[in-house]
């Protein structure tokens, strides 16, 4: 069955990096358009980047030159590099195969001082 | 960007009884290959977000058929025919017809 399991969340200091991974199984990777979603504690979802298998790639503007989105069909695995980070960008982080059919556990990325 | 506006956004109902949730949308969600990409999603108290309803009103897999989709352009509604207690969370509508795709802001649904 399919599973996404996200990882590289933790506490960072604002203007900190991190890079979060997504490990799939159970569906060939390369084939399906990938998704970033968040959502800060105790809020809504938002949408953060796509990646498609033919090279194309989104960003909402909330992260865009921020955040880049990378994926390596070889490995089945997504990655979102997060530079410059701000308080306002903790929250969990979701991958999501396709039209977002399936989800991960999520990762808990706390930018905090 | 388009804006998703969901309503009601709390939504007390009694067990056994319906529910409703509407989804609109600031601009049609028609795409230029003529598919509407208007979907629903469950998250229950402490866990991922789930789908239950793609492209507006395609049920997913395991999704039991008191759960049901409609709309068009920009108006589209979540029914749940008859509440029970494992409905509980908070539904959410997302378009995927234009980037960057958007959300509504989610209908907390609680059992009376």
């Known amino acids: 069955q399919v599973q996404l399991v996200e990882s590289g969340g933790g506490l960072v200091k604002p203007g900190g990096s991190l890079r979060l991974s997504c490990a799939a199984s159970?569906?060939?990777?390369?084939?399906?358009?990938m998704n970033w979603i968040r959502q800060p504690p105790g809020k809504g979802l938002e949408w953060v980047s796509y990646?498609?298998?033919?090279?194309?790639?989104y960003y909402a503007d909330s992260v865009r030159g921020r955040f880049t989105i990378s994926r390596d069909n070889a490995k089945n695995s997504l990655y979102l590099q997060m530079n410059s980070l701000r308080v306002e960008d903790t929250a969990v982080y979701y991958c999501?195969?396709?039209?977002?059919?399936?989800w991960g556990q999520g990762t808990l990325v706390t930018v905090s001082s | 960007d388009v804006v998703m506006t969901q309503s009601p956004l709390s939504l007390p109902v009694t067990l056994g009884q319906p529910a409703s949730i509407s989804c609109r949308s600031s601009?049609?969600?028609?795409?230029?290959?003529?598919?509407?990409?208007l979907h629903w999603f469950q998250q229950r108290p402490g866990q991922s977000p789930r789908r239950l309803i793609y492209?507006?009103?395609n049920r997913d897999s395991g999704v039991p058929d008191r759960f049901s989709g409609s709309g068009s352009g920009t108006d589209f509604t979540l029914k749940i025919s008859r509440v029970e207690a494992e409905d509980v969370g908070v539904y959410y509508c997302?378009?995927?017809?234009?980037?960057?795709?958007?959300f509504g802001q989610g209908t907390k649904l609680e059992i009376k």
């Open positions: 999501t195969r396709g039209w977002y059919a399936n």
């Open positions: 159970g569906f060939t990777f390369s084939d399906f358009d």
């Open positions: 990646s498609s298998p033919s090279g194309n790639i």
């Open positions: 601009q049609s969600l028609v795409h230029s290959d003529g598919s509407t990409y």
């Open positions: 492209k507006v009103s």
């Open positions: 997302i378009q995927g017809t234009h980037w960057p795709n958007t």
